[in-house]
């Protein structure tokens, strides 16, 4: 079974500055993906970033990155420039890849990061 | 391109009843995922469908089913509704070919009294 931590409940930023929010996680598969969620209050579960594990380049999503540590397990999200339309909860998630291609079994989120941009 | 789209936004029931939530996917997605978001429990996966078979499921008891149509969409039946299954569920969405992960729709706001 596979486990995402995230070890930041909350934290607390002003606008224009850059946050780097703190996932790591545990498996014993070799392929698989990582995510990034954003659900702001509305609720709606938005994708901001993914991750190939085979990738060894680090995605990027606009003002979005992610710095993917294999070996350490770890998968961190930066937000440059954070906007007021930032705030939200993020959420790392994980995903086993399917032989047949795609995603499998579902997702293992963590318990999430609140995410406060400051004016 | 059209979205997850979930139906009903909410969802008022009483314990003991049964409540149905349904779920279309993205055009051309053939996997739809269901999870249940309940307070101070975080996401929890709660069934995986592919190709219209159910491929995996969480760690929930079996008055939790579903089922997918052979047009991919699906819904969620939960039987003998109790207090603590009032939750966000969510839906979501992908596809094998050019995977680019799953994506969510606004979610089902099941209330039981």
């Known amino acids: 079974a596979q486990t995402v931590t995230q070890s930041q409940p909350e934290m607390s930023v002003q606008e224009a500055e850059t946050v780097t929010l703190s996932c790591t996680y545990d498996?014993?598969?070799?392929?698989?993906?990582l995510f990034w969620y954003k659900q702001p209050p509305s609720r709606q579960m938005i994708l901001v970033i993914r991750q190939e594990a085979y990738k060894q380049q680090n995605a990027t999503e606009n003002r979005f990155s992610v710095n993917f540590q294999k070996a350490a397990k770890s998968f961190s999200l930066k937000i440059s420039d954070s906007q007021l339309g930032d705030t939200a909860m993020y959420f790392c998630?994980?995903?086993?890849?399917?032989?047949?291609?795609?995603?499998?079994?579902?997702?293992?989120f963590g318990k999430g990061t609140h995410l406060i941009i400051q004016p | 391109e059209a979205g997850v789209t979930q139906s009903p936004t909410h969802l008022i029931k009483t314990r003991g009843q049964q409540a149905t939530l349904r779920c279309s996917p993205i055009?051309?997605?053939?996997?739809v995922y269901w999870y249940q978001q309940a307070l101070g429990l975080g996401l929890q996966f709660l069934l995986w469908?592919?190709?219209?078979?159910?491929?995996n499921r969480g760690n929930f008891p079996p008055r939790f089913s579903g089922r997918q149509f052979p047009n991919y969409s699906s819904e969620l039946n939960v039987n003998a509704l109790e207090l603590e299954d009032s939750a966000l569920y969510l839906c979501a969405s992908s596809k094998r070919v050019g995977f680019a992960g799953p994506f969510f729709g606004p979610g089902t706001r099941l209330t039981v009294l």
């Open positions: 055009s051309g997605h053939t996997s």
């Open positions: 498996t014993s598969e070799n392929n698989y993906y």
């Open positions: 998630a994980f995903m086993k890849h399917a032989p047949s291609g795609g995603g499998a079994d579902g997702l293992t």
């Open positions: 469908y592919d190709e219209g078979e159910e491929r």
